[in-house]
């Protein structure tokens, strides 16, 4: 049956049919736009991890040398223990920790997070022989204005800090921009997070670290705030609600 194109039947026929193709070629820009982004989380991912493991990159294809060095692993908190998750690095840490169904709020939330997810991931960093160089953990905590994202590499004693960098952050242009300096994240290398009890005592210190300090870091003057924050979450992280019980099963099973 045929049908007249200024008729109702033809114009809505073709109403419908342009309405058909759109939507077809909405929802496919949007799967590619999607899969766009998740690459590029990919790809971020890969790159903070490797430099928090002090890994250079400039030289090479940073997603093989991910693949080579890198092994990504789920983590229960409560538990410690490691737990399977598929496309690890498709993992979003900051929705796990706003659901409900997968975050807990802190019983003593000195970072200022609100709430943790139960899972995450931590990524294991082998040498060029295979053997165990770092252990990177993503933390976060707030700071003067906003939430500072970043991530802490530990080496096998899981005592002493590999390095630190943070990604991102709202803070104060011009005066919390130590925060992403590697002249003042290199303070960290070397520092050891616990005291010989065990107990965190990492410090940013007003003023300056004294000479031999191991657990002191420099404070940053006009930037108290910021420090504190940071120090703050790295005790979090690091205490009984974020990866303690991690690194102490850890310790037993695997940390050589």
């Known amino acids: 049956m045929a049908y007249k194109k200024d008729s109702i039947a033809g114009t ?14 909405i929802t496919g820009t949007a799967e ?42 789920m983590v229960n908190l409560d538990s410690g223990e490691f737990v399977e998750h598929a496309n690890l690095l498709d993992f979003d840490e900051r929705m796990a920790a706003i659901n409900p169904d997968t975050s807990s709020k802190p019983k003593k939330d000195t970072a200022k997070i609100k709430s943790r997810a139960d899972n995450i991931r931590v990524f294991e960093v082998f040498d060029t022989n295979g053997k165990l160089s770092s252990v990177v953990m993503p933390i976060y905590g707030k700071g003067l204005w906003s939430m500072i994202y970043g991530y802490l590499a530990v080496k096998p004693d899981l005592n002493t800090v590999e390095n630190i960098i943070f990604y991102e952050h709202g803070e104060t242009p011009g005066i919390a921009d130590f925060v992403t300096d590697p002249q003042w994240t290199d303070l960290w290398k070397g520092k050891q997070l616990f005291d010989d009890k065990g107990k965190i005592s990492i410090k940013v210190i007003k003023g300056g670290a004294k000479a031999g300090d191991i657990h002191g870091v420099d404070g940053v003057s006009g930037a108290t705030r910021t420090g504190m924050g940071i120090q703050r979450a790295v005790e979090f992280w690091f205490g009984v609600e974020g990866y303690q019980t991690f690194l102490n099963q850890f310790a037993t099973t695997e940390a050589k």
């Open 12 to 25: 809505m026929i073709f109403i419908i049919s342009l309405s058909l193709v759109c939507s077809f070629m």
């Open 32 to 73: 590619i736009l999607k899969e766009r982004k998740l690459v590029k989380k990919r790809d971020e991912v890969q790159q903070f991890v490797l430099r928090a493991a002090n890994i250079d990159i400039s030289g090479g294809d940073f997603r093989e040398l991910f693949e080579q060095r890198v092994s990504p692993k």
